[in-house]
């Protein structure tokens, strides 16, 4: 036999201490590490900061109002999550209890069904002269539900994960 195959323990070092360092240096921009590009809006186009708080017409004295418990259109939390499994549930699964793939036509299949069990509600929001912003809400008046179509032809193609493949 050749010394080759034989294994000998190396010699025992004393254990050594980590030396302290100070912060690295910073990096300069790399082909690994590109730099964050600015941003597509011009600064000139970006609206104007309000220095006005947003609750300064309530006097500094007044109290706050109690608003009570969460309200989801109108309706507690739990009736809420009542309401939307009951739509929802049976929409994700097929007859014989498998579930369905999901698809942009089945999202905007349960949110049409989920706003005709709303009652349709329909928002509109103001402005007021401090720059404060009002979202109201209005009940049975909207004849469709809201549908926006984003286009996301100049996003880059989703990279899909490999499969792992089964240990033998």
Request: proline share 12%; net charge neutral; aromatic share 6%.
């Amino acid at each position: 036999m050749e010394n080759e195959h034989q294994h000998s323990a190396a010699p025992a070092k004393p254990p050594q201490k980590r030396k302290r360092t100070s912060v690295a240096p910073p990096r300069e921009p790399s082909a690994e590490r590109p730099e964050i590009p600015e941003s597509a809006i011009p600064p000139a186009d970006l609206p104007a900061v309000s220095n006005v708080a947003p609750c300064s017409s309530r006097s500094p004295t007044a109290p706050l109002q109690d608003d009570g418990p969460l309200m989801i259109h109108n309706r507690s939390v739990e009736e809420y999550q009542q309401l939307y499994h009951e739509v929802v549930d049976d929409m994700l699964k097929y007859k014989n209890g498998r579930y369905r793939p999901y698809s942009l036509n089945l999202g905007r299949r349960i949110k049409q069904k989920l706003w005709e069990r709303l009652n349709r509600p329909s928002f509109t929001e103001s402005v007021n002269e401090d720059g404060l912003v009002t979202i109201n809400v209005s009940y049975g008046v909207g004849v469709y539900p809201p549908l926006h179509d984003l286009d996301t032809s100049l996003e880059p193609e989703a990279e899909m994960p490999q499969k792992k493949r089964a240990k033998n």
